[in-house]
T-cell receptor
Framework: GAGVSQSPSNKVTEKGKDVELRCDPI?????LYWYRQSLGQGLEFLIY????????KSGLPSDRFSAERTGGSVSTLTIQRTQQEDSAVYLC??????????????FGPGTRLTVL | GNSVTQMEGPVTLSEEAFLTINCTYT??????LFWYVQYPGEGLQLLLK?????DKGSNKGFEATYRKETTSFHLEKGSVQVSDSAVYFC????????????FGKGTKLSVIP
């Protein structure tokens, strides 16, 4: 079946502009996660959705970052007034989250964001 | 919540050498444990997992055993290949009953012919 998809694959923007990144999880997966990976760095957790609600937003770096999920499916990560330090690869993952314990997260290919 | 300590890299090995990448974690409860791999230019993918104490996960010649007594989940491979060059991430859950994972900082492995 289809895996996690993200769009766009690459985004170049100017400092101060707003950007929207999209994630389509695997059908039926109730949990959805956003991470950020800067060049040569590990994964930085941003936000976690269970259905349409976000039990954990603790990783969002500032109030310029927001995310929503609708219909228990597609999620959008929005970065307002982008800064150069926002440049990174933004990864989305989904998992079934039906077992009562952590299960495999399936990652999308990522969106590479470059802020000039 | 759980935290993870992963051996820092980079690690450079010759082909057919033995590989160990250490991973220890602080655990609440007895979670499932995961290793993920990121090959150059590709996305993260699950390498292997273990779902209970003393369980051994294995895939592509890699193994990791869930050691409850030492809260460790070290990754091993007896004979590495050039194609194993990648970044490896240890990932225990954030906490008991949590669906979230806490990713280690990653260990970059380079295997030279």
């Amino acid at each position: 079946g289809a895996g996690v998809s993200q769009s766009p694959s690459n985004k170049v923007t100017e400092k101060g502009k707003d950007v929207e990144l999209r994630c389509d999880p695997i059908s039926g997966h109730t949990a959805l996660y956003w991470y950020r990976q800067s060049l040569g760095q590990g994964l930085e957790f941003l936000i976690y959705f269970q259905g349409n609600s976000a039990p954990d937003k603790s990783g969002l770096p500032s109030d310029r970052f927001s995310a929503e999920r609708t219909g228990g499916s597609v999620s959008t990560l929005t970065i307002q007034r982008t800064q150069q330090e926002d440049s990174a690869v933004y990864l989305c993952a989904s998992s079934p989250a039906a077992s009562g314990r952590a299960d495999t997260q399936y990652f999308g290919p990522g969106t590479r964001l470059t802020v000039l | 919540g759980n935290s993870v300590t992963q051996m820092e890299g980079p690690v450079t090995l010759s082909e057919e050498a033995f590989l160990t990448i250490n991973c220890t974690y602080t655990a609440t409860g007895y979670p499932s444990l995961f290793w993920y791999v990121q090959y150059p230019g590709e996305g993260l993918q699950l390498l292997l997992k273990a779902t209970k104490a003393d369980d051994k996960g294995s895939n592509k010649g890699f193994e990791a055993t869930y050691r409850k007594e030492t809260t460790s989940f070290h990754l091993e491979k007896g004979s590495v290949q050039v194609s194993d060059s990648a970044v490896y991430f240890c990932a225990p859950p954030k906490g008991a009953g949590s669906y979230q994972l806490t990713f280690g900082k990653g260990t970059k492995l380079s295997v030279i012919p």
